[in-house]
């Protein structure tokens, strides 16, 4: 998505005027219309080569489904997704909870799509950031684990208490000038090394 709003959206729906509806609609919004599709094996095929900022879906469609072919796309490069269904269904949207941002009921209306577009794009974008956060978080524990096994190591073997123990850990990343979990790491390289020797 560019700063200025403009999306690239991909449209798919088995219905030739609703394809018509948002190729007249969505750039008079501000948006490109990058992919068109019919079925959903179309959708996925066309959002492969042309890589959206959003996709809008009919649910119902050949060959595959809408829901499936959005559960498709977001195995790789998650894309969010605004789902057209001829009625409100619950069961749906709980399915493709993290995918489909949006939901548009048929009719839709212009004034429901362009308020559907910036409802998708503002929830993929808090969704987006609680993902890398509870990654960040979950890389922060992951790292505290380890440099708690290289301490543990390095107690063991110079015979040092915790305290000691750490502030030589901290001291020798500082000296290198590198971060601690990659100090733990090492040694814990180091560790895995010693143990396969005695083991040979």
Do not use: W
């Amino acid at each position: 998505m560019n700063s200025d709003g403009h999306l690239r959206i991909a449209v798919a729906d088995d219905e030739p005027e609703m394809l018509l509806f948002f190729r007249t609609l969505l750039p008079t919004l501000g948006h490109e219309v990058v992919a068109e599709a019919a079925t959903g094996r179309e959708l996925i095929e066309r959002c492969r080569a042309t890589r959206p900022d959003l996709v809008i879906t009919d649910v119902k469609m050949p060959e595959m489904d809408g829901l499936q072919a959005a559960a498709e796309l977001n195995r790789g490069e998650r894309v969010p997704v605004i789902l057209i269904t001829a009625h409100h269904d619950a069961d749906v949207l709980v399915k493709g909870a993290e995918y489909i941002m949006s939901y548009l009921a048929k009719p839709v209306k212009p004034v429901d799509l362009q308020a559907a577009t910036r409802l998708a794009m503002l929830r993929f974008t808090q969704a987006e950031a609680l993902a890398r956060e509870t990654a960040s978080l979950r890389q922060a524990l992951e790292d505290r684990k380890l440099i708690e096994r290289a301490k543990g190591a390095v107690m063991k073997r110079i015979g040092l208490d915790e305290e000691e123990a750490f502030r030589r850990l901290h001291r020798l990343a500082s000296d290198h000038n590198r971060k601690l979990v990659e100090v733990a790491r090492q040694i814990m390289a180091a560790e895995d090394v010693f143990r396969q020797l005695q083991e040979t």
